[in-house]
């Protein structure tokens, strides 16, 4: 692996917010995926609207969008990003619901913390949602799966 300077340090070995100041205005955009483990009890609840709380993956998918919205505010070093698009999808697995988020942007800097935190927020909704009904949810897998744009190019996660 190649020697990476840290760019959060500043000289006094403190952190910082990356100066994006002359970096250019380009597309960027990202996806993450996720999982939140289920039994089949709670999984037919989710798929029928059948929980206490109501529509799971409805509340999930808005929770998904706004925390996108306001990575800034939760992951510090974090850039307020103009986003253009959020996405988020759910597949019901056989024993998991799957979660995966699309991001875009045109911005200084990328998105991918953006789309890792609508899947994390996402799953977070979905465990809250369910609590009631099982316990011991595991929350997984939680990933970078691609992001193109900026200065370090397209990334796909190999599989």
Not at 43 to 58: S, Y
Not at 84 to 101: M, P
């Amino acid at each position: 692996m190649e020697n990476l300077e840290l760019t959060h340090i500043n000289e006094q070995g403190r952190a910082r917010m990356v100066d994006v100041t002359q970096k250019d205005v380009t597309f960027r955009q990202a996806e993450a995926e996720g999982r939140v483990r289920v039994n089949s009890e709670t999984l037919a609840l989710i798929r029928t609207g059948g929980t206490p709380k109501g529509d799971v993956l409805a509340v999930a998918q808005v929770a998904g969008i706004l925390a996108a919205k306001r990575t800034h505010e939760l992951i510090p070093m974090c850039h307020p990003l103009r986003l253009t698009a959020v996405d988020i999808a759910f597949t019901l697995e056989e024993e998991a619901v799957h979660i995966r988020s699309k991001v875009k942007c045109k911005g200084e800097t990328g998105v991918e913390m953006e789309a890792l935190t609508a899947v994390s927020a996402a799953a977070l909704t979905i465990y809250d949602m369910c609590k009631a009904v099982q316990r011991d949810m595991e929350i997984t897998e939680i990933r970078l799966c691609r992001k193109s744009g900026g200065k370090t190019g397209s990334y796909v996660k190999e599989w």
